[in-house]
């Protein structure tokens, strides 16, 4: 899970930060040469907080939705959707126009 770009982590923004997202994300902990989470997106304050503190973000790296997040253009690798299966799609189209 190599980045081409000198053999640095995949950046990558976390979509949803509950039980899922945050055991595939702790990837990046585990391996932090290899990922590292950029960016989350979760509504639920209580979920954001621990993702925040968990992969070292500050406020500017959290977001309650994508449409704020993808104002910021290309920030990330690649994302990380581990929203509920019927929310994959309608989530992750919008981050094709992005070049993620």
């Known amino acids: 899970m190599m980045n081409n770009d000198n053999n ?24 932090p040469s290899k990922l590292k989470i950029v960016a989350v997106v ?26 704020d997040i993808l104002k910021q253009g ?7 959707n581990t929203t509920m299966d019927q929310l994959h799609v309608e989530l992750a189209i919008p981050f094709f126009g992005t070049r993620l």
């Not at 640095?8 to 902990?29: F, H, K, Q, T, W």
């Not at 304050?45 to 994508?66: G, M, P, V």
Request: net charge negative; glycine share 8%; with cysteine.
């Open 8 to 31: 640095r982590p995949v950046e990558a923004i976390l979509i949803g930060a509950g039980n899922r997202g945050m055991i595939y994300a702790s990837y990046g902990i585990k391996e």
């Open 42 to 67: 979760e509504p639920l304050e209580r979920r954001r907080l621990i993702a925040k503190e968990t992969f070292s973000l500050d406020d500017t790296q959290c977001y309650t939705n994508i449409e």
């Open 74 to 80: 290309k920030i990330a690798d690649a994302i990380i």
